[in-house]
Each structure stands twice: as structure tokens, then as C-alpha cells.
């Protein structure tokens, strides 16, 4: 895209009334979890308990063998200079997680932002997961209701609940995610 194209794009965007669902959608997902550090650690998005305070200066994040394969990659890559540094796999508590770089240990008050590139934000594995054990979700349909009561369907609205897989693809669709291929999740 040209400076143009995107602009118009946002532009449009905005103007078809999307921004309170935006706002909407923000407001479900940010939480504050407090950890031992100089500053509150706000978490823009994902699942509640997936981070972990590690020693001073690292983070314990819930272990995902892709994502460690692509830790490890980075480490050798000529992006490294610009992402966590990656220390391998910990247990605490029983349970395994990749072991990263904080990068905002050193900050008094930093200013985050969580930016999600791709034209698709969750896994091809998560929906093949959710298709093979099919469970509507009570939660997502709330906060799908919350942000646009017309979106469910009549069988959906009749259960109170979505299936993950339509949650998923439907929550794209109220952000630039799929139309410019990146979204701002949260500030």
C-alpha cells in the first residue's frame, strides 16, 4: 500500500462507526497484573495468566513450542538486536515457560504499545484444536454481544454462546486486521 491507499483505508475504517467497538473490545481485553518491579505490568492482550515474573530483568511466558522454535531462531537472525533476548525454557510451579528479556525493566513509567501484524492473529492450530472438541463459550459470546448485540446468530443467541473458531474470525473483522494486515491492540 502507498501512503494514500492506507489513509483512505483508515479513513473508511473509522467513518463506518467501528471506533466504539474498538473502544469496546479494548476495554474487555487490558488488564493490570502487579509484579515486583518499579511499575504496574499492564498486559494489552491475551490470556490472563500466561506471563510470569522471572528473575529482575526477564519475563517467564506460558511455554509454546513454536514460539520457542522461533525465539531460538531469532537468536541467530539479523532481527535480534531488535527483539527479546530468549534464555530457554524454566518450571515454575509446575508448569514449563520460555524465558525472555524484559524489555521495560530498566523504565520507570514506560509506554507500550501492542501491535499485531498479519492479516490473521491466532493460530492455524487453534482453530484446528477448537474444531476437533467444539465447546461454545458463554465468555466470548458476552463480550461479543457487549460489542455488537446483532453480531450472534439466532442459533447463537438462542445457546448464549459462540464457538471459538466464529469468535476468532468474527473479532478480526472489527479491526484493520484483516483489511491492512496489522491492528493496534492496545496503548
Request: aromatic share 12%; glycine share 6%; proline share 5%.
Amino acid at each position: 500500500f502507498n501512503h494514500t491507499e492506507v489513509h483512505s483505508q483508515i479513513s473508511c475504517f473509522f467513518q463506518q462507526n467501528k471506533w466504539k467497538k474498538l473502544k469496546t473490545m479494548v476495554h474487555w481485553s487490558p488488564f493490570i497484573v502487579s509484579f515486583k518491579k518499579r511499575y504496574p505490568w499492564v498486559q494489552l492482550a491475551g490470556h490472563a495468566g500466561n506471563f510470569k515474573a522471572g528473575d529482575y530483568g526477564k519475563i517467564l511466558k506460558k511455554y509454546c513450542e513454536c514460539e520457542q522454535q522461533c525465539l531460538q531462531c531469532l537468536m541467530g537472525d539479523t532481527l535480534r538486536p531488535f527483539v527479546p533476548g530468549y534464555y530457554g525454557v524454566v518450571e515454575r510451579d509446575g508448569e514449563s515457560y520460555n524465558q525472555m528479556e524484559d524489555l521495560l525493566a530498566e523504565f520507570d513509567s514506560p509506554s507500550i504499545m501492542d501491535c499485531k501484524m498479519g492479516s490473521r492473529t491466532y493460530l492455524e492450530e487453534e482453530l484446528v484444536k477448537a474444531r476437533e472438541k467444539p465447546k461454545p463459550r458463554k465468555d466470548m459470546y458476552d463480550k461479543m454481544v457487549a460489542v455488537d448485540p446483532q453480531a450472534p446468530t439466532a442459533e447463537e443467541r438462542t445457546q448464549q454462546a459462540v464457538l471459538k473458531p466464529r469468535y476468532m474470525q468474527w473479532r478480526e473483522t472489527l479491526s484493520s486486521t484483516a483489511t491492512l494486515g496489522f491492528r493496534i491492540e492496545g496503548i
